[in-house]
């Protein structure tokens, strides 16, 4: 088909970038993470359509493509042809296939591939798939696609220990990173959270995770890596939302909020005096829940006169002047930390917020495995 490698007459750069293409395009390079990730490494084209976003005629044309560059071929098992239930052709590797993909790195992905097929959850047929007789792949190919687990990490347990043996939460640090490693949680992989770690790895360790983390990412064992989009999160406390590009817009309007409360104060001081005075003294609160014109008594506005310095009606302008953010967010932190005055729901801070990092394997580590 026209996606195949051209011939080697081309030279060996232009060989090198057909293979390249041919490996990198989504589809085909999906398909080579499961073949790699199958228990036989065999699996057959039902398979291959669960477990891949993409439907069974663009898997199909696809292994065509690998077909004919000679990386797959179809493995038939005649014995299965007359069971309805059972798959008779099925999709491995050839030679040539383990060569290139050694060259290219592919086979370092084993354990990884391996574990993100272990972790995922099969239809009954894509058991009775899995479990199916099939044929046995050459000699070659299964010595290739051969993982040895204990020796695996075995290596990268030795070199965690050399590195930080003089470490309290050595050993930890094996547990995480044995974690992540039958985890699947590689370097082309989002990473988990500090926070997730317990919960998404399952592993119980002595020492805190964010210290048994910062070791393993100081070894060179795991990276610490922040997830894609902006490097900070602006949150309006008002919204319960993300404002990013709208902070300013979000503060004024915060401020706004919490000027009109300051002015309802204003409101209800002067219509509790008036009932006060057509009602008499036994009528007038004992301990005034509003402050007078004037500022006086302990509300929103002399609180934050007397916080800021500024005189009782100067506040509104106070709020008013400088970034709105800062004044904001200074304003409702003094209402919040006050026992005589409530803040209103309609206003809150503007909370800057940095994404969690992520953690996954490095490349030394899997290098190691």
Same mark, same amino acid.
């Not at 932190?333 to 800057?352: A, D, L, P, R």
């Given at each position: 088909?026209?996606?195949?490698?051209?011939?080697?007459?081309?030279?060996p750069f232009e060989e090198q970038r057909q293979i390249y293409d041919l490996l990198s395009q989504e589809t085909r390079h999906l398909i080579l993470q499961f073949v790699l990730g199958h228990p036989e490494h065999?699996?057959?084209?039902?398979?291959?359509?669960?477990?891949?976003?993409?439907?069974?005629?663009?898997?199909?044309?696809?292994?065509?493509?690998?077909?004919?560059?000679?990386?797959?071929?179809?493995?038939?098992?005649?014995?299965?042809?007359?069971?309805?239930?059972?798959?008779?052709?099925?999709? +491995?590797?050839?030679?040539?296939?383990?060569?290139?993909?050694?060259?290219?790195?592919?086979?370092?992905?084993?354990?990884?591939?391996?574990?993100?097929?272990?972790?995922?959850?099969?239809?009954?047929?894509?058991?009775?798939?899995?479990?199916?007789?099939?044929?046995?792949?050459?000699?070659?190919?299964?010595? @290739?696609?051969? $993982?040895?687990?204990?020796?695996?990490?075995?290596?990268?347990?030795?070199?965690?220990?050399?590195?930080?043996?003089?470490?309290?939460?050595?050993?930890?640090?094996?547990?995480?990173?044995?974690?992540?490693?039958?985890? +699947?949680?590689?370097?082309?992989?989002?990473?988990?959270?500090?926070?997730?770690?317990? +919960?998404?790895?399952?592993?119980?360790?002595?020492?805190?995770?964010?210290?048994?983390?910062?070791?393993?990412?100081?070894?060179?064992?795991?990276?610490?890596?922040?997830?894609? +989009?902006?490097?900070?999160?602006?949150?309006?406390?008002?919204?319960?939302? $993300?404002?990013?590009?709208? *902070?300013? /817009? /979000?503060?004024?309007?915060?401020?706004?909020?919490?000027?009109?409360?300051?002015?309802?104060?204003?409101?209800?001081?002067?219509?509790?005096?008036?009932?006060?005075?057509?009602?008499?003294?036994?009528?007038?609160?004992?301990?005034?829940?509003? @402050?007078?014109?004037?500022?006086?008594?302990?509300?929103?506005?002399?609180?934050?006169?007397?916080?800021?310095? *500024?005189?009782?009606?100067? *506040?509104?302008?106070?709020?008013?002047?400088?970034?709105?953010?800062?004044?904001?967010?200074?304003?409702?932190?003094? $209402?919040?930390?006050?026992?005589?005055?409530?803040?209103? /729901?309609?206003?809150?801070?503007?909370?800057?917020?940095?994404? @969690?990092?992520?953690?996954?394997?490095?490349e030394r580590a899997m290098d190691l495995v």
């Amino acid at each position: 088909m026209s996606d195949a490698p051209a011939a080697k007459g081309d030279g060996p750069f232009e060989e090198q970038r057909q293979i390249y293409d041919l490996l990198s395009q989504e589809t085909r390079h999906l398909i080579l993470q499961f073949v790699l990730g199958h228990p036989e490494h065999l699996p057959s084209l039902d398979e291959l359509a669960y477990m891949l976003p993409k439907n069974k005629a663009s898997i199909r044309d696809q292994l065509e493509v690998l077909s004919d560059s000679g990386i797959v071929d179809c493995y038939r098992y005649p014995p299965n042809e007359d069971a309805r239930d059972l798959p008779s052709q099925f999709y +491995g590797l050839t030679e040539r296939g383990v060569e290139i993909l050694y060259e290219y790195r592919y086979l370092r992905g084993l354990p990884v591939a391996r574990a993100l097929y272990d972790n995922t959850r099969l239809s009954e047929k894509a058991q009775r798939h899995r479990d199916a007789p099939r044929p046995e792949l050459p000699a070659e190919v299964a010595d @290739a696609l051969t $993982i040895d687990e204990d020796t695996d990490f075995g290596r990268l347990e030795r070199y965690i220990r050399e590195r930080t043996g003089n470490t309290h939460s050595v050993d930890d640090q094996v547990t995480v990173a044995k974690a992540f490693y039958n985890a +699947g949680v590689g370097p082309e992989e989002a990473g988990i959270k500090r926070t997730e770690l317990l +919960g998404s790895l399952d592993v119980e360790i002595e020492y805190q995770p964010r210290t048994v983390l910062n070791h393993l990412v100081d070894a060179g064992v795991l990276a610490q890596t922040t997830p894609p +989009g902006p490097d900070v999160f602006a949150i309006s406390e008002r919204l319960d939302d $993300i404002v990013n590009g709208e *902070v300013t /817009e /979000e503060a004024r309007a915060n401020l706004n909020a919490l000027i009109a409360h300051i002015d309802d104060e204003l409101q209800v001081t002067a219509l509790s005096a008036d009932a006060a005075e057509r009602d008499g003294p036994q009528a007038r609160p004992s301990t005034p829940s509003v @402050a007078v014109a004037d500022g006086a008594g302990r509300t929103i506005r002399s609180i934050l006169a007397s916080e800021f310095g *500024v005189e009782p009606e100067r *506040v509104t302008d106070f709020l008013r002047s400088g970034d709105p953010v800062d004044r904001l967010n200074a304003a409702v932190e003094v $209402i919040e930390s006050s026992e005589e005055v409530t803040k209103s /729901e309609e206003y809150g801070q503007i909370v800057f917020v940095r994404p @969690a990092y992520r953690y996954h394997l490095t490349e030394r580590a899997m290098d190691l495995v």
